[in-house]
């Protein structure tokens, strides 16, 4: 089976866009880009055309690529106080000198919907999750469209990022997973792959993941996104393993449109949580 995120992303999208609509509600994501890296403005863009798509409204801000960890928490502080900004998102990665901890960090945790800040994270780890980072929250909402349910399942979790590896396993576990996670220090990693009943993989190495490391009939999650030769391609060698799993997600086409999914409804959910008080 295919684990079509697109098509899940269309459904999800189409409802909130409903949501909104008859909410009343004036939802408005600001997304903070710092130099004119391609890909993150490629993201950037696909995120503000969700925006127009479900009636959320969105403001692009462009730093230069020379501006320094002060200047960056400056614009975001100017947004945290702006009462018509919902949501921030600050696209990652950042210029090597730039803290990406303070900038993250400078982001008020209920405007915080990429869900990278600490006390988002600390909710998140503690099994009470306001806004969880989208990827590993679109993951789960992709694996419930389908109506695969983690409960009881040994998931393996190749990578142990903030972004995606650790809050994955955290999610997974609170889904009443039995849960491991694997980076690059781990011995006899293959040994530890075949006995996932559910294998996410998020280590950035093209088609890394073969069918000798996936046990016969597990559902297979590719986080990854590589470009090699103009082609783009998974951390899952898709074509081999496709035959050897019972799902499995494609690349493009599968996590990524989740990710966006999650982002919207992240924003929504900050724009209600905003009108109530004492929430946090």
């Not at 501006?67 to 210029?95: A, C, F, H, K, W």
């Not at 806004?131 to 992709?142: A, D, E």
């Not at 990693?189 to 996410?200: G, H, S, W, Y």
Request: hydrophobic share 40%.
């Amino acid at each position: 089976m295919i684990l079509d995120g697109k098509k899940i992303q269309e459904k999800r999208l189409e409802i909130l866009k409903e949501e909104i609509d008859e909410s009343g509600i004036t939802p408005r994501l600001a997304t903070v880009i710092v130099g004119s890296d391609p890909a993150s403005e490629l993201y950037v863009r696909m995120k503000h055309r969700a925006c127009e798509q479900v009636h959320i409204g969105s403001v692009g801000i462009t730093l230069p690529e020379s501006s320094g960890t002060g200047e960056v928490i400056r614009e975001i502080q100017g947004l945290n106080r702006d009462p018509e900004v919902s949501g921030i998102l600050v696209q990652l990665p950042l210029p090597a000198h730039v803290s990406t901890l303070q900038v993250i960090e400078s982001v008020l945790p209920e405007k915080d919907v990429d869900g990278f800040h600490p006390a988002n994270l600390g909710r998140l780890f503690a099994g009470t999750p306001v806004f969880s980072p989208c990827t590993p929250q679109g993951i789960m909402t992709l694996l419930y469209e389908y109506r695969i349910d983690p409960g009881g399942m040994h998931a393996v979790v190749m990578g142990r990022s903030i972004e995606v590896g650790r809050p994955m396993a955290a999610l997974l576990l609170s889904a009443d997973a039995t849960v491991t996670i694997t980076h690059s220090k781990t011995r006899n990693l293959p040994a530890i792959t075949r006995e996932a009943d559910l294998l996410v993989v998020a280590i950035g190495k093209p088609r890394y993941v073969v069918p000798s490391m996936v046990k016969e009939g597990a559902v297979v999650i590719d986080v990854g996104t590589n470009r090699v030769d103009g082609v783009l391609c998974g951390d899952v060698d898709f074509d081999r393993v496709k035959d050897h799993a019972s799902a499995i997600t494609p690349v493009p086409g599968g996590v990524g449109p989740m990710t966006i999914a999650t982002l919207m409804e992240n924003t929504f959910l900050a724009a209600k949580r905003s009108l109530c008080t004492g929430v946090w």
